[in-house]
């Protein structure tokens, strides 16, 4: 099958979308199902985006230059033979595409910040636009969460309880993943201390598992002060600790008339 030099030149023009795409399909966390379709109209967006900045670049160079004594012919002033040639199959302007892909790395970054840091759902939400939190999961979000460090694996399917730090994680349709580090082993659900680890990884069904936040883990200290995780739920119930107070108040009133 022969390729026509107009085909090859429009390949060309969007080497800078296909680069930020790249960039942002492989930093970016999200659970959402990634196509071919959305990968070509990503690929244009962020090229037109890309060749647009540049074009305002070359303004803002050129209005600088002409307010200096020494004229600057770094960029010819005008619009870019990208837009300007678009339907031509003669010239492909190489240096706009080097530019632009230069560009387009920094625009890639720029994305995938902006989406995993959910700017742009924290400003709808603010101003009461959406309460939508992003395209990623629930588990995705809860483990990507600042706060989430210190949690509680609770594999059910074979009755034990790891306590340990966050280190990676991801999931498919099937399976969810984790690394944890400064591992300690619990029975389930009674809470009797079997071991501890350095690092585990975990691949559990996803209707088996259930992850908590660990609160005041106390990794590498001996098993009677190590908190158990029955010892954590208890120690933020304040109902578990004021029916245990009742009962001792009682005790003494009928030990003592």
């Known amino acids: 099958m022969e390729i026509s030099t107009l085909t090859l030149k429009l390949i060309i023009l969007l080497t800078p979308g296909a680069i930020a795409t790249m960039i942002y399909r492989r930093l970016c966390v999200t659970s959402s199902e990634r196509s071919d379709f959305m990968f070509v109209i990503s690929s244009i967006l962020l090229g037109l985006f890309s060749y647009l900045i540049l074009q305002i670049l070359i303004v803002i160079l050129h209005f600088f230059c002409n307010t200096t004594l020494t004229p600057c012919d770094c960029f010819n002033y005008g619009i870019l033979k990208t837009f300007s040639d678009i339907g031509s199959s003669q010239t492909i302007p190489y240096s706009e595409v080097i530019y632009s892909s230069g560009i387009s790395v920094l625009l890639g970054l720029l994305i995938t910040k902006i989406d995993n840091d959910k700017i742009l759902n924290k400003f709808a939400k603010k101003y009461n636009i959406s309460n939508k939190y992003g395209e990623d999961n629930l588990y995705s979000h809860f483990l990507n969460s600042p706060d989430i460090e210190w949690v509680y694996v609770r594999d059910l399917a074979n ?99």
Do not use: H, M, W
């Open 159 to 257: 009755s034990l309880t790891y306590l340990g730090f966050i280190k990676f994680f991801s999931e498919n349709e099937d399976f969810k993943e984790l690394v944890l580090e400064q591992v300690i082993v619990y029975n389930y659900p009674d809470s009797e201390e079997l071991y501890q680890l350095e690092r585990i990884y975990l691949c559990l069904p996803k209707d088996k598992i259930i992850i908590e936040q660990a609160i005041n883990a106390n990794y590498g200290e001996e098993a009677s002060t190590t908190q158990s995780p029955t010892d954590n739920i208890n120690n933020s119930n304040p109902s578990v600790d004021g029916r245990e107070s009742q009962e001792q108040s009682r005790e003494t009133s009928t030990d003592n008339p």
